[in-house]
């Protein structure tokens, strides 16, 4: 083909005919062009292609993230809720003795010193850029803040952290038997909600004190009902954040959904 040219090229020159070889040249110049945005266009689909196939791996691994971390949120949340429930009754207990219960207590007790954290996993797509590939802009910014949100409740769980290993949990060692709450901790299976595997069964046989316990001694303290209303109050305001960010894991849930049906209709 390039042969055939630049044969007419030649014929065109040696025949003086310089405006019809001018024509051809811009002709043929035209032609290079077209082919230049023929193949440019090419390149730029089969970019476009390579990029929805990226995005909607993209897609699927966020859907499989946030599940899990919508899961886990849950989790924490509802061992919140126990730890509040259980703060009550150690409040009824405080105000109505004749209720009190040695094993009942300690059950409830254990509770109350538990720590769930929030622990999401966190994906590289705003450090590698990938959060490009994504064609929904609500979707990116609201990717784009899920660090700053897990920040809200994470910080709540600093501060009940922090209560519990500097205050709290001294506070019970001079005044209850940790080994005999341990024992009923495990006893009730409290423990192995912390558990990594739930298929393990893991045995415990700690035994109780041999030692009498003298519950009263820590219900009618009155450092101990300012302790069991600063754990409602702080586990209550973390579930609070906790359930804002439920919200939000729903919403980017919603998103990436409705974002993998453009690609199975």
């Known amino acids: 083909m390039l042969r055939f040219f630049r044969q007419i090229r030649q014929r065109l020159l040696t025949d003086n005919k310089f405006s019809k070889y001018l024509l051809y040249a811009i002709g043929e110049i035209l032609l290079v062009v077209i082919g230049i945005l023929i193949a440019l266009q090419i390149d730029n689909l089969n970019d476009y292609k390579k990029d ?74 705003i450090s590698s850029g990938r959060i490009q590939l994504l064609q929904n802009p609500e979707l990116k910014e609201k990717l784009s803040r899920w660090t700053s949100d897990v920040v809200q409740v994470t910080e709540e769980e600093i501060v009940w952290l922090n209560f519990r290993s500097n205050s709290y949990r001294p506070f019970l060692e001079e005044h209850v038997s940790i080994r005999t709450l341990t024992h009923h901790n495990w006893k009730n299976g409290l423990l192995e909600s912390f558990q990594l595997d739930k298929i393990i069964n893991t045995k415990f046989e700690l035994a109780a004190s041999k030692r009498n316990i003298d519950i009263s001694t820590l219900l009618d303290n009155p450092k101990f009902e300012d302790k069991m209303a600063t754990c409602v109050e702080l586990t209550m305001l973390t579930n609070s954040q906790s359930l804002s960010l439920k919200k939000r894991i729903a919403d980017i849930l919603d998103l990436v959904g409705t974002e993998l049906q453009r690609f199975n209709p």
Do not use: C
Request: without cysteine; proline residues 4%.
């Open 52 to 125: 929805r196939e990226q995005e909607k791996e993209l897609l699927t691994q966020l859907k499989s993230e946030y599940q899990s971390n919508l899961e886990q949120l849950e989790a924490k949340i509802e061992l919140r809720n126990k730890m509040i429930a259980a703060s009550f009754r150690m409040l009824d207990y405080v105000d109505h003795p004749e209720k009190r219960n040695i094993d009942s207590v300690m059950r409830y007790l254990g509770f109350t010193i538990l720590t769930p954290t929030f622990d999401p996993i966190v994906n590289d797509i």
